[in-house]
């Protein structure tokens, strides 16, 4: 089905469906740009109270939603949980209007995010994936890095929204890919935080600062996003907050390898990694953010790392 080349208007109702640390900034930023929004959240009172704050409305299931709107934003913690919102007798499928066009900003699988395409296009309707990096204070600020698969019309489509939460918009071919890359771009994160821990832990035991380490690898080829916004901000601080479950991370790595065997590619570092993540959700238990793995590193080393 050919999508519609026509451009949203400001006014356009959006059906924003997850308002969890990263939705709750991003639907600010589109009611700041103009938005209409109806909210949907699995936690009823946290939509209600958004939805009062931004002088918008909520609707009590994602069926709702979809019969009011013809642009429905998912932003879900899995490919799980999104199934879930679109499927059953109140979910989005149910009140799918044709013509709609829905932007998966979960970080999802691939192939399911395929499947839910399919889905809709049996409905007359639309989707792109459009996951997000950067974290929570980029999702305040509107400056998201947005990777978007699926066809150029409904980027285009799209695009107005979109902008309105990110400052890059990155096209990474068909459906499917965006979340593909997003997987492929936290298991390159999350295995520069891994070994810049690691290293802070040998050179401690050598007799060198923590502190001074990460100001050298800063200064070095062995800088990354880690050593820039997580060693002293999170790590050494013992803060361990930046924003982003450990749970989460251990997803996306699972995403990332799955890839790798649908493409029938080995990767024994990036196995490797995604076990060593794995142990960490294991050994230190639920509710954790991301840059907790550090205690897991510290745990095998034998020792803590100082500020």
Known sequence: MA?????????????????????????????????????????????????????????????????????LITMLPSSDIVAAVLEGEHGVLAGLQPGTLLIEMSSGSPARTRMFATQLEGRGARLIDAPVSGGVQRAISGDLAIMVGGDDRDIARAEPVLKAMGSSLLRTGAIGTAHAMKALNNLVSAGGLLISIEALLIGQRFGLNPGTMVDVLNASTGMNNSTQKKLKQFVLSRRFDAGFGLDLMVKDLGIAVDVAHDTDTEVPFASLCRDMWARASEVLGPGQDHTAIAKLCEQLAGSELRG
């Open 3 to 71: 999508a519609s080349t026509d451009a949203i208007p400001q006014d356009h109702t959006i059906g924003f469906i997850g308002l969890g640390a990263m939705g709750t900034p991003m639907a600010k930023r589109l009611a700041a740009a103009g938005f209409k929004l109806i909210l949907v959240d699995a936690d009823a009172d946290r939509a209600r109270a958004l939805a009062k704050e931004l002088t918008a409305s909520q609707a009590s299931t994602a069926r709702e939603a979809a019969m009011q709107c013809r642009l």
